[in-house]
C-alpha cells in the first residue's frame, strides 16, 4: 500500500546559520505509516507548488516566536526573536495546502502560527501576560517524555472522537500562547488555568493544531500516537 508523503517544517538554529530537525517529528509520523521529507527553508511560490504535487500533508513544527507584527503588536522584551523565514514559508505553505484541501497538523508554534493566520493573537509571554490559576506548569523541563499537566478535550471536537476522552494529560514546553482565538477555528481542547491548547478548522478535511509536543512522548503515550496516526490516516489519497 502506498504511504503518503508528509512535508516537514525545518527547524533553523540562527547562531549556527544552519537548519536542524528532531528526530520525534520524522519518527512519529514513520510510526503512523508516512514518509516524512525536511523541507527547505527558502523556497518560492512556484517551488512550493512543484513540492506540493509530491506531498499528501504537511507537518508545521514548533521553533522561534511567530513576528508579533504579524498579529498587529510590536515585539516586548518578553518576546524572543522571530525567523521571517520561516514565518514566510509557512504562510505560504498554508495557503497552498489549504487551497488543495491538505492535511495540516501544527505543534507548539504550529498552534501558534494557525491562529495567528486566522487573524488572532498570542501572548508574547505567559508568565508575564497569562494570569496563573492554577499553577500549571506550561515551560516544563527535562525530561520532556512524561505529562506535566491536564487539558479538557471538547466533546464537540475531531479529538474527542479520535481519542474517545474528555481529559488528557500532557507534556508542555512553551513560553507563548493563544490569546485571541482567530476566525474560523474552532478550540478542541483547554488546559487546567483556561489556556487554548488546541484548535482546529472544521471546514477542512484535517487541520489540526497542538501545544503539547506527541513527538517527544508518542513512544510511552498511545494518545500520542493516535494523534499522528489520524493525521496519516487523513493524509492517505483515498481517505
Not at 120 to 129: F, I, K, P, R, V
Request: aromatic share 8%; with cysteine; glycine share 10%.
Amino acid at each position: 500500500m502506498r504511504k503518503p508523503v508528509i512535508g516537514v517544517i525545518p527547524l533553523y538554529d540562527e547562531k549556527r546559520e544552519s537548519l536542524w530537525m528532531l528526530p520525534g517529528y520524522l519518527d512519529g509520523l514513520a510510526e503512523a505509516g508516512a514518509i516524512p521529507v525536511i523541507l527547505p527553508l527558502h523556497a518560492s511560490v512556484e517551488e512550493l507548488h512543484q513540492t506540493d504535487a509530491m506531498l499528501d500533508g504537511y507537518l508545521f513544527t514548533g521553533g522561534q516566536d511567530v513576528n508579533p507584527a504579524l498579529y498587529g503588536e510590536k515585539p516586548r522584551s518578553c518576546c524572543g526573536a522571530p525567523c521571517e523565514e520561516r514565518d514566510l514559508l509557512e504562510q505560504r505553505i498554508y495557503e497552498i495546502a489549504c487551497g488543495q484541501d491538505k492535511p495540516i497538523l501544527g505543534i507548539c508554534r504550529g498552534i501558534q502560527l494557525l491562529n495567528v493566520l486566522h487573524g488572532g493573537s498570542l501572548y508574547q509571554d505567559l508568565a508575564q501576560e497569562f494570569p496563573e490559576k492554577s499553577g500549571v506548569e506550561h515551560h516544563m523541563t527535562a525530561p520532556y517524555d512524561r505529562t506535566v499537566h491536564g487539558v479538557e478535550i471538547r466533546r464537540d471536537s475531531p479529538l474527542y472522537r479520535t481519542l474517545g476522552k474528555e481529559s488528557l494529560r500532557v507534556n508542555s514546553y512553551h513560553h507563548q500562547g493563544v490569546k485571541r482565538v482567530g476566525e474560523g477555528l474552532q478550540i478542541m481542547a483547554v488546559a487546567e488555568d483556561g489556556l487554548v491548547e488546541a484548535l482546529c478548522r472544521k471546514d477542512k478535511r484535517f487541520v489540526w493544531a497542538l501545544q503539547w509536543h506527541p513527538e517527544l512522548i508518542y513512544q510511552k503515550d498511545g494518545d500520542a500516537l493516535k494523534v499522528f496516526q489520524a493525521f496519516v490516516k487523513a493524509c492517505l489519497p483515498e481517505s
